[in-house]
């Protein structure tokens, strides 16, 4: 993480909400699950706003719970040969407005990753420890919840491997990712471990561009793209769920593939 005060994700979470509307959110997860079908379900009348959140939130529980349970290790998510590669590979952010220029510009001689929680060392990373582990390579298809798609090439470490290096906790729950554009997620432990879960270096066969997480992002090809975050600068692992910024708009926690 670069060395300057870095925003509490808690607070990031809690600014997050404060700037969706109930109207916003409502709209979105009534788009997830009709309101009419949820009460059915629940056999009980839904009269006000924060009665239906709080149903549709419970839903969203479920979901996350079930995918958790589905939700097989072992299985791969497919890799495509090089001819398949998205050139140019699209941009996309959380803020606005949606452009490479407002990618942070991170400087590799300050830059460190702060690992922290349930881990036997740590010790901050830099560059060249991670480039030190062993590296591979995938070619595999990042999904959007915007409705596109695009395969890209990624280069780095398996996050098993250094969940391993780490002497983390294995059988903690989750694990925080915090970023140096102030976006948060997490992830399941099990998704951690899964060997294609990867933090990524390289791209295309270079180095990992700016606008696309410089120094350092997460390849998770089984979820959904808004849980492979960019510029990550910390990591925690630990037994608190902590969610994610678009969670806490209303998306869906596991989002798996």
């Not at 009665?51 to 495509?80: C, I, K, T």
């Not at 399941?188 to 899964?194: E, K, N």
């Not at 037994?239 to 798996?256: H, P």
Request: aromatic letters at 12%; one cysteine or more.
């Amino acid at each position: 993480m670069i060395k300057t005060p870095h925003p509490d994700s808690g607070a990031i979470l809690r600014e997050a909400a404060r700037r969706v509307s109930p109207w916003s959110r409502r709209l979105f997860l009534r788009n997830a699950l009709g309101l009419g079908t949820l009460t059915a379900l629940a056999g009980c009348d839904v009269v006000d706003g924060i009665s239906a959140e709080g149903m549709l939130a419970q839903v969203s529980d479920f979901n996350d719970r079930v995918q958790a349970w589905l939700f097989n290790p072992n299985r791969l998510a497919r890799e495509y040969p090089e001819s398949m590669i998205t050139r140019p590979f699209p941009f996309n952010s959380f803020y606005v407005p949606n452009t490479p220029e407002k990618a942070p510009t991170i400087d590799p001689a300050r830059w460190a990753l702060n690992v922290t929680g349930r881990v036997e060392r740590q010790d901050d990373w830099r560059l060249a420890d991670l480039a030190r582990l062993p590296q591979v390579t995938q070619i595999t298809r990042h999904i959007c919840i915007e409705g596109w798609s695009a395969i890209g090439k990624f280069t780095g470490v398996r996050f098993s491997v250094f969940l391993q290096a780490v002497g983390a906790d294995l059988s903690a729950r989750y694990v925080t990712f915090r970023c140096d554009d102030n976006y948060v997620t997490s992830i399941d432990m099990a998704t951690a471990l899964h060997p294609q879960t990867q933090l990524t270096l390289g791209f295309d066969g270079g180095a990992l561009p700016r606008e696309h997480g410089f120094p350092l992002k997460l390849r998770v090809p089984t979820k959904l793209g808004f849980k492979n975050p960019k510029h990550i600068g910390e990591i925690a692992v630990g037994d608190d769920y902590t969610g994610g910024y678009w969670e806490t708009y209303g998306y869906n926690w596991f989002s798996g593939l």
